[in-house]
T-cell receptor
Framework: DSGVTQTPKHLITATGQRVTLRCSPRSGDLSVYWYQQSLDQGLQFLIQYYNGEERAKGNILERFSAQQFPDLHSELNLSSLELGDSALYFC???????????FGQGTRLTVV | SQQGEEDPQALSIQEGENATMNCSYKTSINNLQWYRQNSGRGLVHLILIRSNEREKHSGRLRVTLDTSKKSSSLLITASRAADTASYFCFMADSWGKLQFGAGTQVVVTP
């Protein structure tokens, strides 16, 4: 158990819908990262937050947004879902960007 | 942000053999981390090596880092069937931004 909790574990939803994925980082970790992993595109970095502020942005679509709350948990919002958004979404946390990052088990999103 | 490259893409070995995979990157880094991912599951942190370190060991794992060549290698000795997984390298630069490779798929057959 990495100490990073992601909910839900599985999510099945229809195209056009909006979902929110939640991540609780390890206690004491200030950095949160979001990744998408799909069969066609492999692992993609989406976005990173540090202590509530956006630190780095990757291949995150405009339909996607994220935030990190004062209690350091983070949410990834995916809207106007398309079939191609079906993927595993991982959250990772670390004390800061320069130390080990620990990954959650992921949320498997299936868009039908 | 996928600016690292891993080689080989896939590796098939028998139990007891050693597995070596390499990771190359393009910009200066602060540290490099190796992760393992079993099929469809989360990434598990294996080892972190900092830019001022050249070699690090953890159990059957040995990681080297050559900053002049911008490359790292992960060696798994005496492999086991349970080592079957994908292995990723992640690199943090001085500003904390992460790069990573596409992963090496390792299959260990009994």
């Amino acid at each position: 158990d990495s100490g990073v909790t992601q909910t839900p574990k599985h999510l099945i939803t229809a195209t056009g819908q909006r979902v929110t994925l939640r991540c609780s980082p390890r206690s004491g970790d200030l950095s949160v990262y979001w990744y998408q992993q799909s069969l066609d595109q492999g692992l993609q970095f989406l976005i990173q937050y540090y202590n509530g502020e956006e630190r780095a942005k990757g291949n995150i679509l405009e339909r996607f947004s994220a935030q990190q709350f004062p209690d350091l948990h983070s949410e990834l919002n995916l809207s106007s879902l398309e079939l191609g958004d079906s993927a595993l979404y991982f959250c990772a946390s670390s004390v800061d960007s320069l130390n080990e990052a620990f990954f959650g088990q992921g949320t498997r999103l299936t868009v039908v | 942000s996928q600016q690292g490259e891993e080689d080989p893409q896939a590796l098939s070995i028998q139990e007891g053999e050693n597995a070596t995979m390499n990771c190359s990157y393009k910009t200066s880094i602060n540290n490099l981390q190796w992760y393992r991912q079993n099929s469809g599951r989360g990434l598990v942190h294996l080892i972190l090596i900092r830019s001022n370190e050249r070699e690090k060991h953890s159990g059957r794992l040995r990681v080297t880092l050559d900053t002049s060549k911008k490359s790292s290698s992960l060696l798994i000795t005496a492999s086991r069937a349970a080592d079957t997984a994908s292995y990723f390298c992640f690199m943090a630069d001085s500003w904390g931004k992460l790069q990573f490779g596409a992963g090496t798929q390792v299959v260990v057959t009994p």
